[in-house]
């Protein structure tokens, strides 16, 4: 039997992410609720409502599970629509309960990062046009500068935006989210303006405060040709450029450049202290020559992939593995912002986990500076338009009772966390299953 470890550099950041939307619950104030109400919008009628109960804080015996898993950091989200929920007022006591739960972080030995944006606008902000509208880039600037003030002796470590390709997509491209719109020239528009509004928060975070670390969580495809003809290989790189690729570039050199659109955003230059992922697999794009419409349209898994209960999410390492080299191209300390996998049977999790650790493994050893991994998701969340029947905690959820039951991937999270390592016993305990997927068969026969 081999006894491996695979053990990670001192100092590594362990934790989970979530968002408030997903979890705070009764967050009326912003579009996504509204959304909610409206039929047809998400998979089964469904609604957030109470989510994980965290507003009325139930974010303490949460954050004790993370504890209690050994976890030494975690990211949560601050809610636009709660700092400010009309754009003439403040509301301070939203901002002192924020204040509270990263307090009760440090309590609990565990470092906060903090996103300020992640999918959800308030209302008032959503009738301006939301993204569309220039003035967010100052709007998000005035909203940013109220909060990391109100919260900076708490926080240092911080992520503007989250997942703009994703936002970009999602409510312009026909992507099922709020606003649901399908307008390449309203994407374009919403995607320039958050890199205006990040290099503005930027700015003005390093104001605030000196010593802070501030990023993107990015979130990336790799997109390869299912085929070898031209037609293939160009949407490929044209999605690898303009989805994957053009946010980040314009931090790094101020110019944004999606093939189909560029523009100088000297702002933007140098704007981010380190670079977050989030990685659920690579797609492959199959546009067909002879089906025009599905010119841009047809892309997913490959078919030999490994694939969620729902074909949401991939076990596809290796593309982690690329998707790392890619980041690490920016030149920055890497953070694994968001991974994970809906699984409610909690068979398939325990396999992404391991393997995606390993890959990470891997390309630290390849000394690539990665410095931490948070898992999607500590418990299972309002996941969107996909509503409650896609799970991603490392705790079940019942919504209905708010009780929380503890998948035994989240026991081998623990574990890892507990060890800084992912050692065989850890597998053997908690994934037997895959001890020889992992270690393969070591004795030597005759
Ligand atoms: C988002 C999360 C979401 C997760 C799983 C990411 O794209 O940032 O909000 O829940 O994926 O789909």
Known sequence: MI????????????????????????????????????????????????????????????????????????????????????????DESALDRYRQMLMGLKERGMVPMVTLHHFTNPLWLAELGGWENDEVVELFGEYTRKTVDALKAHCDFWVTINEPNVYMAGGYLGGGFVPGKNDVKLAIKVLTNMVKAHARA?????????????????????????????????????????????????????????????????????????????????????????????????????????????????????????????????????????????????????KFLVDHIIAMWREINHNIPVKGYFHWSLVDNFEWNLGWERRFGFWQLDVNTQQRTQRDSGKLYAEICRTNSLSWDAIEKHAPELYEHVFGTPELKG
Not at 24 to 38: K, V
Not at 39 to 53: F, Q, T, V, W, Y
Not at 255 to 274: L, R
Not at 328 to 334: H, K, V
């Open 3 to 90: 006894l491996a470890t695979y053990t990670f550099p001192e100092g590594f950041l362990w934790g989970c992410a979530t968002s408030s939307h997903q979890v705070e619950g009764n967050n009326i104030n912003n579009d996504w609720w509204a959304w909610e109400q409206e039929e047809g919008r998400i998979l089964n009628g469904d609604r957030s409502g109470k989510a994980c109960d965290w507003w009325a804080g139930r974010w303490r015996e949460d954050f004790d599970r993370a504890k209690a898993g050994y976890q030494n950091a975690q990211r949560i989200s601050v809610e636009w629509s709660r700092v400010q929920p009309d754009r003439d007022r403040w």
């Open 202 to 350: 930027y700015e003005i975070i390093h104001e605030l405060q000196s010593e802070a670390r501030v990023g993107i969580a990015h979130h990336w495809r790799g997109f390869m040709p299912a085929k070898k003809g031209f037609l293939t290989r160009r949407v490929a790189d044209l999605y690898n450029t303009a989805f994957d690729n053009a946010f980040a570039e314009a931090l790094r050199s101020g110019k944004f450049d999606a093939k189909i659109y560029k523009e100088n955003i000297p702002q933007a230059k140098d704007t981010q202290d380190f670079f977050g992922i989030n990685y659920y697999g690579r797609q492959e794009v199959r546009s067909d020559l002879f089906k025009p419409s599905s010119m841009y349209s047809e892309y997913g898994y490959p078919k030999d992939f490994e694939l969620s209960d729902s074909g949401f999410v991939a076990n596809d390492p290796e593309g982690f593995r690329a998707c790392i080299r890619w980041a690490n191209s920016f030149g920055l300390p890497i953070y694994i912002t968001e991974n994970g996998t809906e699984d409610s049977k909690d068979v398939f999790r325990r």
